[in-house]
Each structure stands twice: as C-alpha cells, then as structure tokens.
C-alpha cells in the first residue's frame, strides 16, 4: 500500500477579503475532492487572504495510480484563473 501527499501554496489574485478566499477555497477542495476521490484540506490559519496553503493525501495499491493522479491534479489546478500555483510538492512513501 502507498501513501503520497502533496503540499499545494497558491495566490489566490482576486481575493481582497477572507470571504473572497472562502469562497474559492472551498469551490476548489470540493471540485477536487468530487474529481479525485482524494482527501484536501486548507493547512495554514488564513492570515494572508490571497495566500493559501492545502493538503492532499491519496491511498493506492499502486504508486503509479498516486503519481498519475497528482499529475492530473496539477494540470487541473494550472487550469483555474482564478490563482496561480506558487509551490507544489508531492511526496510518495
């Protein structure tokens, strides 16, 4: 069985209120939840309100199946207009 996590910072560039960045947060882990059947959560405390800091973790029999998947998620991710990825870093154990 493996495990991988991703760490995902992204700047979220029309929020100039923590409403603004809810909003986006959340519309981006359910959609992401409801694609990849992964688990996603918001790590940091929202002091920044265009910064944002998310957590993915994936369970696979297969390595192969959990690096595809962060693929996917990536590409995804680089999709949305509404923030640009700062860091994303994936780890499999």
Do not use: C, P
Not at 5 to 30: G, P
Not at 31 to 37: D, I
Not at 39 to 49: M, P, R, Y
Not at 53 to 69: C, D, M, P, Q, R
């Amino acid at each position: 069985m493996f495990v991988g996590t991703a760490y995902i910072k992204i700047k979220i560039d029309d929020a100039y209120s923590l409403k603004d960045r809810r909003q986006v947060l959340n519309s981006v882990t359910k959609k992401l939840q409801n694609k990849f059947n992964i688990s996603i959560s918001v790590l940091d405390e929202g002091k920044q309100w265009n910064i944002a800091e998310l957590g993915v973790a994936i369970v696979s029999s297969s390595s192969k199946i959990i690096e595809s998947t962060f693929q996917k998620i990536e590409l995804y991710l680089d999709d949305d207009y509404r923030f640009e990825i700062l860091t994303y870093e994936v780890e499999i154990i």
